[in-house]
DNA sequence: AATGAATGAGAGTTCATTCAT
DNA sequence: TATGAATGAACTCTCATTCAT
């Protein structure tokens, strides 16, 4: 019989809650040794069921690969996504950046991050989805951009929005490469330096 | 009886060329499937010779993954490095953005920036490498904040140096991210913006 | 996951019978072509297992190795050792003899013997098994000199117990040598003459 | 053009320099390893020759090995097989037990001598060879019997002769084989013994 | 005669996946 | 539903042997 993922019927809440133990061991896994060194067998082990049954509810490694994407993708935006103020921004910022740097997290992981997107430069599935939350993303920045600039009694013309989410967001996916390539980062040198560049990009 | 590679004598140029081919296969592999999933027979077949061969040059496979990221980084360091005032810099990295986002240049490949910075976290002997690198290249560009700021008739302290040299750095790092997370991001809504940030981070 | 032989749980019988299925056809092999000539592929050919699944019984081929060799200690402890007199040594040693001829019993096996024995002078771990083993069945010969002569009504220095121990040694496993060396040696003409000599060791 | 080993010309002074020059490396090389672990790139290098310039002088490396073995045969016949009398048998072969102890001889080595009798175990060409040398020494240790006993004044019939031969050749053997395995061996506590166990072999 | 670069077969080992239970 | 034993393909790496020079 082909796994309940395969078949068109509605999960069960205990199909569902087993996926999750999967995903969680497996997030754990993929952020200690990377999607291809992180096998099936540790995975199995750390979701303390038989590698086995894994089977059952997804159809290969790659399945999983997949959900955990989706997943971190959903994460992020939850993560950096539900701030509404530019100061909020640069707090959460700052604060998932000391994640990024202790590596400790298993869902706000600066390794994964690059990981999944490295993914998503080689192959097309996985680029859909990464590009499709990183969208979804940028639109949120961007509005909070244009929300903002109204809030502040002016307005800013399409253009500029985009040039400056763009810039936003790559300033943030940026610091998730630097939380691991400059490990002499403090908060203390980051933090002014941070806010001032956000409230410029937000400046008339 | 080690390879050629190491013993102390000094390599002939013929290994040398070889290491050479050997290494632009690699390149060409790794930025195809990444570190490990990129196989050593394929990495002969690119370099059209025996799998065995590739043993004579390198003591194995992780070795040709360090000398990899070493190559990387010193072509980095020339790519964005070689740089010495706000305008060349801004130039350069529209330039570098358009191989990252093209993506089939194996020198600049943001893909694999990004498994390298992710083998960083993960490896200590990669992470100094990494690291080492990141460093100089900071010093690159803190060295041309000072000396425009000398320049321009105004002097930067050692604090805002820093904050100033990680923001940008971390701006250049999310570039290489977004270029693979974003193919929306056109050299139109990048190059004013983009001149304009590192104008402002110029500033006195 | 490491293999079931390094957790600590005890083994399974079936896990058990499989690695005695392991063991049996490795010993097999190295009998037919030495511990270094014989492949995991033919031992698992021999096992009627796939060689992938050796190494879930067993961490790698060096691990089977040790274990033929502790195996072949105490087969030979068994097969000599249970001796309590001296004509039940010669007829024991005279019956392992044609064995060691025949070279057709895995577990009484001449060569295995020697290729144990020449792991034992290149290899420390190897050497300290052997050693023991060695020594113990030593301490058990010198014991019955000491025996037989109490029976017999006089006693044995311990100076005298250890030389005499040591050419008894020699003299069984140089048999197991000449098995080899000298087809040409019959019963008829080692019988007379063994149990001659070892009744001189055992001498007042 | 075939190697010089396979025409029927006579070798060159020349050429038998080169085979004993690769012959020597290949003893110590083989002493070390055994015969499969030594590697041609080692015999190579310790030969201070290049592997492929081997192939001029050996077809391959089995017939270095069957060289090494023929070589060693006459070693071990010059070695123990020079002696006249028992007293003389008694100090050469405590000599060589001490080489063998040792293990640093290339000639006189117990690890080799083990390695070549497996082999002759084995392999049908190496034991005709092995079981050559052995009867060789064989008969020189009956006459040696044969001649004391006429100079001490009787006779010996040829079963005696040959049963007595017999275990004084596994005595030989097995001292190798012990010099292994129970280093605790002294050369006080075989001395007398073996000068013993030799005499009372000579016995009327 | 000599080199040592090159080959290619085969070694040990790992691991995603399947399947009998 | 769940197990974990079993498979087999693919991996990295070694090495005897060949060959262009």
Redesign the pocket.
């Known amino acids: 019989?082909k796994p309940?993922a395969e078949r068109c019927e509605a999960p069960?809440p205990?199909?569902l809650a087993?996926r999750e133990r999967i995903l969680c061991a497996a997030q754990e896994c993929f952020v200690r040794h990377g999607f291809?060194?992180?096998?099936?067998?540790?995975?199995?082990e750390t979701a303390?069921?038989?590698?086995?049954?894994?089977?059952?509810y997804f159809?290969?490694?790659?399945?999983i690969i997949q959900a955990i994407i989706v997943r971190q993708m959903e994460e992020g935006a939850s993560a950096i996504g539900q701030v509404h103020s530019p100061d909020e921004l640069a707090s959460a910022l700052l604060e998932v950046f000391e994640h990024w740097q202790r590596g400790d997290h298993a869902d706000k992981n600066a390794a994964q991050f690059l990981d999944v997107t490295a993914a998503a430069a080689r192959e097309q599935e996985i680029a859909a989805v990464v590009q499709a939350a990183n969208a979804q993303f940028g639109l949120h920045l961007r509005e909070m951009l244009r929300r903002n600039a109204i809030r502040e009694g002016f307005a800013l013309d399409e253009e500029a929005l985009t040039s400056r989410t763009v810039l936003l967001q790559s300033l943030i996916s940026g610091l998730a490469v630097q939380s691991i390539r400059d490990p002499a980062i403090t908060r203390s040198n980051l933090e002014g330096a941070l806010r001032e560049l956000i409230s410029w990009l937000m400046r008339r």
Chains 1, 2, 3, 4 share one sequence.
């Open positions: 019989m309940a069960s205990r199909a087993q291809h060194a992180a096998s099936m067998a540790e995975i199995a303390r069921m038989s590698a086995g049954l894994i089977y059952r159809e290969n490694k790659n399945a």
